[in-house]
């Protein structure tokens, strides 16, 4: 069964950062690919950055630079760090995980509100 459960998200100041954190179930850690998902009010949902199982990295072309996402497997936690934050981060942020071969979602968190004010 796919369980997330994300945390850190808040209210910032552009230019300040953030760290988003997601307890990953030990079962969706070892199936499945990882990722964070944002979507922002009248805007569809866009992948922000995943992470595959030999930790290879992507990341939407915005955030390139100043997001960075990482995996503690021991931890079974999920980050992304959000640095040099601008207005148009504003969304709710969702856990992800996502087949491999495909990169299809298959589960999500309960999201985690990031506001950023210029």
């Known amino acids: 069964q796919v369980q997330l459960t994300e945390s850190g998200g808040g209210s910032v100041e552009a230019g300040e950062s953030l760290l988003l954190s997601c307890v990953v179930s030990?079962?969706?850690?070892?199936?499945?690919?990882l990722g964070w998902f944002r979507q922002a009010p009248g805007k569809e949902r866009e992948a922000v950055a995943t992470?595959?199982?030999?930790?290879?990295?992507r990341a939407l072309d915005s955030v390139k630079g100043r997001f960075t996402i990482s995996q503690d497997k021991p931890k079974n936690t999920l980050y992304l760090q959000m640095n040099n934050l601008k207005p148009e981060d504003t969304a709710m942020y969702y856990c992800?995980?996502?087949?491999?071969?495909?990169?299809?979602?298959?589960?999500w968190g309960q999201g985690t509100q990031v506001t950023v004010s210029s």
């Open positions: 992470i595959d199982g030999d930790g290879r990295r």
């Open positions: 030990p079962y969706t850690a070892s199936h499945y690919c």
């Open positions: 992800t995980a996502l087949v491999c071969q495909d990169w299809l979602p298959v589960g």
